[in-house]
Nanobody
């Protein structure tokens, strides 16, 4: 059974940091491109960051470049999103996503991040 379980969300003040984790199981984690998406109230889900299979490359949305870092630990089947210098506009539900080269995709259930003073 495939599972993606996010954790690490919460309430943080502007300028603060959070680290999200996504623990994967039920598939060959190292063969999948792992990404983080987010969806704010009333907005479409958007891609935040991507880490290619085996971690050879990363991509970021312009809005988070220089502030967020995606990483993965294939030994632990876990992908992370380190978020620094958080802004109120970063408030959203953050989702973990897995995609294989042959088209299989999986989503996590999401974790809420709220940036507010």
């Amino acid at each position: 059974q495939v599972q993606l379980v996010e954790s690490g969300g919460g309430l943080v003040q502007p300028g603060g940091s959070l680290r999200l984790s996504c623990a994967a199981s039920g598939f060959t984690f190292s063969s999948y491109v792992m990404s983080w998406y987010r969806q704010a109230p009333g907005k479409e889900r958007e891609l935040v960051a991507t880490n290619t299979a085996r971690g050879v490359g990363t991509n970021y949305a312009d809005s988070v470049k220089g502030r967020f870092t995606i990483s993965r630990d294939n030994a632990k089947n876990t992908v992370y999103l380190q978020m620094n210098s958080l802004k109120p506009d970063d408030t959203a539900v953050y989702y973990c996503h897995a995609r294989s080269a042959w088209g299989s995709t999986y989503w996590g259930q999401g974790t809420q991040v709220t940036v507010s003073s």
